[in-house]
């Protein structure tokens, strides 16, 4: 059975940092381009990064260019987005997903 | 960016009923490869999403026939047949075509 399970999500002030990381078991992990896709509160999904299954190259929305890095180990099989200079506007629910399958979601809330 | 539009915003259907929900992108969504992805997701209260559709029109391992995905370039339909109470949530297109990845804004079926 396909897994990712999200974590390091809180809440931090503006201008902080904060690593998410999503553990992924059941597929071939290095096999798959991995993404992170956000929902702020009540609204709808936002792709925000994705990495491909080697990790050669990497493609991010232009909000998050800059201040965001993802990564991926294929050895442990997880996948991790860096998240610096955070803002309110990035306050969501941010899922990992292959697109066929998606993580529970870890709530990152940004706030003074 | 490849915008998505979806209609209707919302609609309500008995069980057993069929319902339709249209997506237009602003471009059309043919990679250079000759594929069109062009997926639909269902996120249910309280959950991930979950993909439903890819391709246009091929079914996700699990997801019952009475999900069917049709389209082509620019104008895509996902239609629900003999609704069930378990297809109540917030339906979602969405383009892997070219980045950044885009979603429509969502179309949320209530049961009558």
């Known amino acids: 059975e396909v897994q990712l399970v999200e974590s390091g999500g809180g809440l931090v002030q503006p201008g902080r940092s904060l690593k998410l990381s999503c553990a992924a078991s059941g597929f071939t992990f290095s096999d798959y381009n991995m993404a992170w896709v956000r929902q702020a509160p009540k609204k709808g999904l936002e792709w925000v990064a994705t990495i491909i299954y080697d990790g050669s190259r990497t493609y991010y929305r232009d909000s998050v260019k800059g201040r965001f890095t993802i990564s991926r180990d294929n050895a442990k099989s997880t996948l991790y987005l860096q998240m610096d200079s955070l803002r309110s506007e990035d306050t969501a629910t941010y899922y990992c997903?292959?697109?066929?399958?998606w993580g529970q979601g870890a709530s990152v809330t940004v706030s003074s | 960016d490849v915008v998505m539009t979806q209609t209707p915003v919302s609609m309500s259907v008995s069980l057993g009923g069929q319902v339709s929900i249209s997506c237009r992108s602003s471009?059309?969504?043919?990679?250079?490869?000759?594929?069109?992805?062009l997926s639909w997701y269902i996120q249910k209260p309280s959950q991930s999403p979950q993909l439903l559709i890819y391709?246009?029109?091929n079914r996700f391992s699990g997801i019952s026939d009475r999900f069917s995905g049709s389209g082509s370039g620019t104008d895509f339909t996902l239609k629900i047949s003999r609704v069930e109470p378990d297809d109540l949530g917030v339906y979602y297109c969405?383009?892997?075509?070219?980045?950044?990845?885009?979603f429509g804004s969502g179309t949320k079926l209530e049961i009558k």
């Open positions: 969405g383009q892997g075509t070219q980045y950044p990845l885009t």
């Open positions: 391709k246009v029109s």
């Open positions: 471009q059309s969504l043919v990679h250079n490869n000759g594929n069109t992805y």
């Open positions: 997903a292959t697109l066929d399958a």
